[in-house]
């Protein structure tokens, strides 16, 4: 199993999200003013989730995919995964927190491979699992440093335009932070979309085919023979 480097991985899920940024947003923005209309926003719930897959496949983002049909297709499978996730994970709080945070990482793929692989509930929680195993720390790391990284910015920013309590400081600080925060969305998504990127690429690429070699004629040693047997003929002469 490839262990992720989460560096690297911050950085290409940031290369990602820039690449995607304007399409993220104004996905994002579709999504808050459809999200109360009964129905269409199980499918844009489900279309939000596949963001990542796409994305790691380095398919150019269109905001208006979210209201394709075939997302509402399979709603019924769809809530019975998150009503398996759900359960589970809070369960798992119960037990001291760690359980809940580790099982929350091990299948935070799941509903990602729900739609990009057609699996059911039960396949998709163990698929999950299985593609996150031994990388579970790694991917909480990678999208913790994501989270803190905008937290610390947010205060920066915050205590640099807010010395002085000065008015229109305060408003250019507020504007940089609404876009830091607003910029939260695609960071996250493009290092869920870089970590599924790796999680799901072939490991080993296929060899390539070994020719056989090609059968000697049969007539070749016939004349190696007869050309030895001329050259002794010329020696004793």
Same mark, same amino acid.
């Given at each position: 199993?490839?262990?992720?480097?989460?560096?690297?991985?911050?950085?290409?899920?940031?290369?990602?999200?820039?690449?995607?940024?304007?399409?993220?947003?104004?996905?994002?923005?579709?999504?808050?003013?459809?999200?109360?209309?009964?129905?269409?926003?199980?499918?844009?719930?489900?279309?939000?989730?596949?963001?990542?897959?796409?994305?790691?496949?380095?398919?150019?983002?269109?905001?208006?995919?979210?209201?394709?049909?075939?997302?509402?297709?399979?709603?019924?499978?769809?809530?019975?995964?998150?009503?398996?996730?759900? #359960?589970? !994970?809070?369960?798992?709080?119960?037990? %001291?927190? /760690?359980?809940?945070? &580790?099982?929350? @990482?091990?299948?935070?793929? =799941?509903?990602?491979?729900?739609?990009?692989?057609?699996?059911?509930?039960?396949?998709?929680?163990?698929?999950?699992?299985?593609?996150?195993?031994?990388?579970?720390?790694?991917?909480?790391?990678?999208?913790?440093?994501?989270?803190?990284?905008?937290?610390?910015?947010?205060?920066?920013?915050?205590?640099?335009?807010?010395? #002085?309590? !000065?008015?229109?400081?305060?408003?250019? %600080?507020? /504007?940089?932070?609404? &876009?830091?925060? @607003?910029?939260?969305?695609? =960071?996250?998504?493009?290092?869920?979309?870089?970590?599924?990127?790796?999680?799901?690429?072939?490991?080993?690429?296929?060899?390539?085919?070994?020719?056989?070699?090609?059968?000697?004629?049969?007539?070749?040693?016939?004349?190696?023979?007869?050309?030895?047997?001329?050259?002794?003929?010329?020696?004793?002469?």
């Amino acid at each position: 199993m490839k262990k992720l480097d989460v560096i690297a991985t911050v950085k290409d899920g940031l290369g990602i999200a820039l690449v995607n940024y304007l399409s993220l947003v104004i996905c994002a923005a579709l999504y808050l003013i459809t999200i109360w209309i009964p129905y269409l926003n199980v499918g844009t719930t489900i279309a939000m989730c596949s963001l990542p897959a796409e994305m790691a496949k380095g398919h150019m983002v269109n905001p208006l995919f979210i209201f394709e049909a075939k997302y509402r297709r399979n709603m019924g499978e769809f809530f019975i995964l998150m009503s398996l996730m759900s #359960g589970a !994970i809070f369960t798992g709080f119960l037990f %001291g927190i /760690i359980p809940g945070i &580790v099982i929350s @990482v091990a299948w935070s793929f =799941a509903t990602v491979l729900f739609v990009d692989k057609e699996l059911n509930a039960l396949e998709a929680l163990r698929e999950s699992n299985h593609i996150t195993y031994g990388n579970k720390w790694r991917i909480f790391l990678a999208e913790f440093c994501v989270a803190v990284c905008l937290c610390v910015a947010v205060s920066i920013v915050s205590a640099i335009f807010g010395i #002085g309590h !000065i008015g229109w400081l305060e408003t250019i %600080g507020t /504007i940089i932070n609404v &876009v830091l925060v @607003v910029f939260a969305v695609p =960071a996250i998504y493009g290092v869920e979309a870089s970590i599924y990127k790796q999680l799901t690429m072939t490991e080993e690429e296929p060899a390539e085919p070994v020719k056989a070699e090609e059968p000697v004629k049969a007539e070749e040693p016939k004349k190696a023979a007869k050309a030895a047997k001329a050259e002794k003929a010329e020696e004793k002469a």
